[in-house]
Every structure is written in C-alpha cells, then in structure tokens.
C-alpha cells in the first residue's frame, strides 16, 4: 500500500545551518505531497504542497521538489533559525485521506 | 477567519465513560476528517465524511463513532474508552469541488488520556 518514509530524528542544528529532511514515497500514481510542521503546543499547519513531478513547492524560506524518478519529496532550508524548531510531517494525499510519515523534530539552537 | 475548531483542546477521562470532542469548521467544506496522532506513527485517519450523511471508516475506526448531521460539524464520539484511545487527536477539512482540493485544514488538536 501506499507508504511515507521520513528520516528519523531529532535533528539538531545550529542557528543558519542548512536543513534537509528526507522524505520518499510509496504510491502508484501520481499523488499531491505536502509538508506540515507542528509547532510546539499547536496543530498542523500546511507549510508547501506539490501537485505534480518536477513542481516545486516553497514557503517560509523552504523548498521540496517533487521527485519521480527518486520518489522523493525533501525539505530543505538554506538557513534555519530558532524559531523553526518543530515536528515536520511529510504526507501525500491518496483518495480520502493524507498518508503521513512518522514526523521528524527539529531543534535548532542559537 | 477561517478556521477548524476542537473542543476540549485537553481531556482526561476514565476507562468507559462515554465522551464526544467537537469540531467544527467556517470554510463550507464538504470533507471532514479525524486523525489520531501516536509517537512514532504519524497521523492515522479514524473516520472520514464527503458531506452531510456521509461517512465511512478510515485506517483506524474501531472503538470510535462518528456523525454528520451539519455541513460544518463532525464530532468523534468515543462511547467507551480505553487506555490505547490516549493520543492527541485532530479534525481536518477540506473543499470536495474547485480548486486546491486535496489541502486538509488541521484543527488545533485534542490531547485526550483515558486513565
């Protein structure tokens, strides 16, 4: 069935590191991708989406690109800061419903 | 603004009494959904409906009920709860005709511990 695989964390950074967070995908078709970030005490919040191979989605000062040939759908951040410190979700959307990785938190220290 | 809607936001129950969470949402989007979320584990969807009377099981249903009798409100019923139903829950919604069909629009959540 139709699967999501993040990396696992936590991923700790310092302050203006670069970020990436992998994400790669099971799913026959062509299924939306989706990033979601939990911040700490709140709910999901879409942070970018992608529809299509080779769309790339951007929000926030991150990007993904989604990747057919790799199945694949990273996060990436060329300089984080403080306050991006979260749980980030990876999901892709497939008939009724968002199929989501397992979460991967980022710490990001000053 | 647009917005979903839980309530309560945090619950602490016992084994068997019977609880409902709220959610409801401003956008007039036909779908509506619940998810529980587990460490671990991602999200897992409970129940889903396409709009009003319409319902239908999601990866996870059992010990959980749903209901659809207005297009903005889609209350998790729990009518018996158990130690393995303690998890942070979410409502989500989304519009079923037009553009950006496939986004989901997340509640603020619903820590609940069944003791």
């Known amino acids: 069935g139709d699967s999501v695989t993040q990396m696992e964390g936590p991923v700790t950074l310092s302050e203006e590191a670069f970020l990436t967070i992998n994400c790669t995908y099971t799913?026959?078709?062509?299924?939306?991708l989706f990033w979601y970030v939990q911040y700490p005490g709140e709910g999901l919040q879409l942070l970018l989406k992608a529809t299509k191979a080779d769309d790339k989605g951007s929000n926030k000062g991150f990007e993904a690109t989604y990747r057919k040939e790799t199945t694949s759908f990273h996060l990436e951040k060329g300089s984080v800061q403080v306050s991006d410190s979260a749980v980030y979700f990876c999901?892709?959307?497939?008939?009724?419903?968002?199929?989501f990785g397992a979460g991967t938190r980022l710490a990001v220290h000053p | 603004e647009a917005q979903v809607t839980q309530n309560p936001r945090y619950l602490i129950t016992v084994t068997g009494k019977k609880l409902t969470v709220t959610c409801s949402q401003n956008m007039n989007h036909e779908y509506m959904s619940w998810y529980r979320q587990d460490p671990g584990l991602g999200l897992r969807q409970i129940y889903y409906?396409?709009?009003?009377?319409?319902?239908d099981k999601g990866d996870v249903p059992e010990g959980y009920k749903v209901s659809r009798k207005e297009k903005r409100n889609f209350p998790l019923i729990l009518e018996s709860p158990s130690p393995n139903q303690t998890s942070l829950y979410f409502c989500a919604s989304r519009r079923s005709g037009g553009a950006d069909t496939d986004t989901q629009y997340f509640g603020p959540g619903t820590r609940l511990t069944v003791l």
């Open positions: 799913a026959t078709g062509y299924p939306s």
């Open positions: 409906s396409m709009n009003v009377e319409v319902t």
């Open positions: 999901a892709l959307s497939r008939y009724n419903k968002l199929i």
